[in-house]
């Protein structure tokens, strides 16, 4: 389905929209640009996968949900996903922001940690300088384009100077009801010498039509910062996943991406990192679990532009039933990025003969001095690690969530935190119980 979203979408809803949400003018002209550009730019290519008849535009963009004065007002189904006793956490449901807050003690450090509205108002010339200037550009594509024009809620994450975020901050983006949407804008500042972890999960309601998520994380790490930005989809079966993620990494900086795409739907997981600094380093670890007929295109891509630089992708896909997903890592180190190091790893692991899957590894080299590599492997499960775990009394279903477990642990157990291996581990049970 390819729609014409001038049809759906137009100025004066745009319009009345950052109005009311008291955007200064540059916002309010950078979404309307945005929107004409909508309706020109092609969708984007994702490598050998077809979205021409995705649905990307069918959605009611600008859906306002209640408040919450508490996490206890929300559903069990829901507030599971957000970590702590008294986390610092923004729950977005939809288009609205519904509830946030921060601890005392990140305020009182200089940390800023609310919805995209709210840090446009009172941190204006922070949000202007980052707000999709070097990370996502609202002309790459389609879809750029859309979010640009339409976002909603979001989060703005700033990190002051040397200071040391021990307890991970949670952004919560809940899709509901049919033809309800996702557009959240999550923008991270941590400066020269910070640290911060950021996890992000996006869920739907069991069994609910929700429609679409269309979603932007842009990364700034400063000189000697430690960021790490674990992304968690759940989405159900009838929703479109896209998720933009962009990063550019300082002196000696050190980003984390860990990916966990679950959603049963149709995903597209783009993921992009700029090793700017000299010493700069990225780590991907990215896992995908597939089924029903769920259709997903995960790339990882790091992009090399000073000396010392180190990167790895690590990612790793099980699909079942007749869902299919591509792996692509693409790892492009520039001229004068000497003594860089770039190195990725991808597998995919198909357990039904309707299955598919393919991993693409991509290296691009422009320096001599340099050492890169990549493992790419694509198969199914070995019958005879079938019979020894059924010969040992284990049923065919249990054996096939032991060899999920284990394939996709690779990748988990290197997963710093306890909490986040946990919820990972949770989640995958549950989908392959299903």
Do not use: C
């Not at 759940?234 to 991406?257: C, M």
């Amino acid at each position: 389905m390819s729609t014409d979203t001038r049809l759906l979408f137009d100025e004066n809803v745009v319009t009345e929209v950052s109005q009311k949400n008291q955007e200064p003018a540059w916002m309010l002209q950078s979404r309307l640009d945005a929107l004409k550009k909508a309706a020109q730019l092609p969708l984007p290519k994702v490598q050998q996968t077809n979205i021409s008849r995705w649905n990307f535009t069918g959605f009611e963009p600008f859906r306002e949900e209640a408040p919450v004065q508490s996490l206890d007002e929300l559903p069990e189904g829901v507030k599971e996903f957000v970590f702590g006793e008294q986390p610092s956490v923004v729950v977005q449901k939809n288009a609205s922001v519904i509830f946030k807050q921060l601890s005392t003690e990140l305020s009182e450090k200089g940390v800023v940690f609310t919805d995209l509205g709210t840090a446009a108002k009172e941190y204006e010339p922070l949000i202007k300088k980052y707000f999709m200037t070097d990370g996502v550009k609202k002309d790459e594509h389609r879809l750029t384009a859309i979010h640009a024009a339409l976002y909603s809620g979001g989060v703005f994450l700033f990190v002051p100077k040397n200071v040391d975020v021990q307890i991970p901050l949670n952004g919560l983006f809940w899709l509901s009801g049919e033809g309800a949407a996702l557009l959240p804008h999550i923008l991270i500042v941590a400066e020269e010498g910070s640290r911060v972890d950021f996890v992000a999960n996006f869920i739907s309601d069991p069994d609910e039509p929700g429609a679409m998520n269309n979603s932007v994380i842009e990364a700034f790490v400063g000189a000697q910062a430690k960021v790490r930005v674990t992304t968690i989809s759940n989405l159900g079966a009838s929703a479109v996943n896209v998720v933009y993620r962009r990063s550019l990494v300082d002196r000696d900086g050190h980003l984390e991406w860990i990916i966990a795409d679950l959603s049963d739907g149709k995903v597209v997981s783009d993921n992009t990192t700029h090793l700017k600094g000299e010493g700069s380093r990225a780590d991907v670890k990215a896992v995908v679990l597939g089924t029903g007929e769920m259709r997903a295109n995960v790339t990882s891509s790091v992009y090399h532009w000073n000396r010392h630089t180190e990167s790895f992708i690590n990612a790793r896909s099980v699909m079942t039933d007749k869902a299919s997903s591509i792996l692509n890592s693409i790892t492009k180190i520039e001229k004068g990025a000497s003594k860089s190091d770039g190195q990725q790893s991808g597998k995919v692991l198909m357990l039904h003969p309707e299955a598919r899957g393919d991993a693409n590894p991509i290296l691009l080299i422009d320096e001599n001095d340099v050492v890169a590599g990549h493992a790419a492997s694509v198969g199914k499960v070995d019958p005879l690690q079938m019979y020894y775990l059924m010969s040992r009394g284990i049923p065919k279903r249990e054996a096939e969530k032991l060899i999920i477990h284990g394939f996709l642990d690779a990748i988990i157990s290197d997963i710093p935190s306890e909490l986040l291996r946990e919820q990972i581990h949770r989640l995958i049970e549950r989908k392959i119980k299903s």
